[in-house]
């Protein structure tokens, strides 16, 4: 009995069949290997200028509900938080979400009817003031920190209440940029 002995056409074809097969699953090992690279890179350059963070509670109302999915920007070197800021920092408990109602050096007082002002102007719809065990008013708010208000103000913790109080510029994360969700409400954070 003799052996088969396969044509030099065959040979030559199950050769390249060899090969195709080969380079496939090296170009699917590639794409594997630059798609991690490509995600890494990406999470990486996020992590550094963003952070995501979900709005608790009712206290910042319509502008971030509870439940919100927030993406934030983090400051950067040199960046402040302004008046009317959203802005993530970070508390003893935690995270916190608030509006930036004033900064270092604004002055802050309460009229008889119970509205807030700052630097004299009243803060639209702020009728609920001060706990009574809060400084003297007028209060001026010390550099490097920042005076801030949920945006419902008869719900809201916020830098009226004594220990809450004012919050230090070093806590600040970034400021509120897009709401990513819920889906019906994506969109830039007023």
Do not use: H
Request: hydrophobic share 40%; net charge negative.
């Amino acid at each position: 009995m003799e052996g088969y002995t396969p044509e030099d056409r065959e040979l030559l074809r199950e050769m390249r069949r060899v090969r195709r097969s080969q380079k496939g699953k090296r170009l699917l090992w590639s794409l594997i290997v630059w798609g991690i690279l490509a995600v890494a890179a990406g999470w990486f350059a996020f992590s550094r200028y963003f952070v995501l963070a979900v709005a608790q509670g009712p206290a910042m109302g319509d502008a971030l509900p509870g439940g919100s999915v927030v993406l934030f920007q983090k400051y950067q070197d040199g960046e402040t938080p302004q008046r009317g800021d959203v802005i993530l920092f970070g508390r003893e408990r935690g995270w916190e979400i608030k509006r930036v109602a004033a900064v270092g050096g604004d002055e802050i007082d309460q009229e008889e009817n119970g509205q807030l002002t700052v630097n004299g102007a009243a803060i639209a719809g702020c009728l609920t003031g001060w706990a009574e065990e809060t400084p003297e008013r007028p209060f001026t708010v010390a550099e490097g920190e920042l005076f801030v208000l949920g945006d419902r103000y008869a719900l809201s913790v916020d830098s009226r209440d004594a220990e809450f109080g004012s919050v230090e510029l070093d806590s600040v994360v970034g400021a509120a940029k897009y709401l990513i969700w819920p889906a019906y409400r994506i969109g830039e954070v007023n």
